[in-house]
């Protein structure tokens, strides 16, 4: 079947495989993650050509993600429904939030909800398993959260992510990836009329 594959995606497959024998807890949390390798060499290739240590740190990020929003949907029943109802697996959905954006992140709303529940910064830091000076920057807006992070934000100061951080940014982080994941599966989908075969 591999012979098919266009020529980046077999490579980004077969990197893959080498990294999986050096980071042997990738096999087992893809495994218990119900996931193949083809979808992960989608999932951290992103249609494009990668090398060795590229590749490394796209599926670092990646199974990161996976793990953060897993722990997440482990504490919130509703994220989990929400994401079932959705029609998406757990290494889609961490497809979807991973990845940052490099473009300098708008003013958000951070210290103010945290100033309004009258937590420290220490404390939310804490909450949310991060350095105080990482949350600081968050707060400052040199450096944006990625969207596990903001989830919990969320749920942390009960307020809506719209509220916390401009509509667009979430929009625009997510709506490339949407793409990307549709034309994936339709990729994986038969093709309706069968091609047929020579007796």
């Known amino acids: 079947m591999e012979a098919h594959l266009p020529t980046t995606y077999a490579k980004n497959i077969e990197l893959y495989r ?13 495994r218990l993650s119900d996931l193949s390798i083809e979808e992960v060499a989608v999932f951290i290739g992103l249609e494009e050509s990668h090398t060795y240590s590229s590749l490394e740190r796209q599926a670092r990020e990646y199974y990161a993600t996976l793990l953060d929003y897993e722990k997440l949907e482990r504490t919130n029943d509703f994220l989990r429904a929400h994401r079932i109802r959705q029609g998406l697996s757990l ?4 497809f979807l939030l991973a990845g940052e954006d490099p473009a300098k992140p ?22 949310i398993g ?46 490339k990836r949407e793409r990307m994941l549709a034309a994936w599966r339709r990729s994986c ?3 309706p009329h069968p091609v047929p075969r020579d007796p």
């Open 106 to 127: 708008p003013p958000n709303k951070l210290r103010a909800a945290r100033q309004r529940t009258g937590l420290s910064q220490a404390d939310v830091a804490h909450f």
């Open 130 to 175: 991060t350095s105080p000076s990482l949350l600081s920057r968050y707060e400052r807006g040199t450096r944006e959260p990625d969207v596990v992070t903001a989830m919990t934000f969320s749920l942390l100061y009960d307020l809506p992510l719209n509220k916390l951080f401009p509509q667009r940014v979430l929009n625009r982080r997510l709506k």
């Open 189 to 191: 989908q038969p093709s």
């Open 91 to 94: 290494g889609e959905t961490a």
């Open 18 to 30: 080498r990294l999986e024998r050096k980071h042997k807890h990738w096999r087992t949390i893809r």
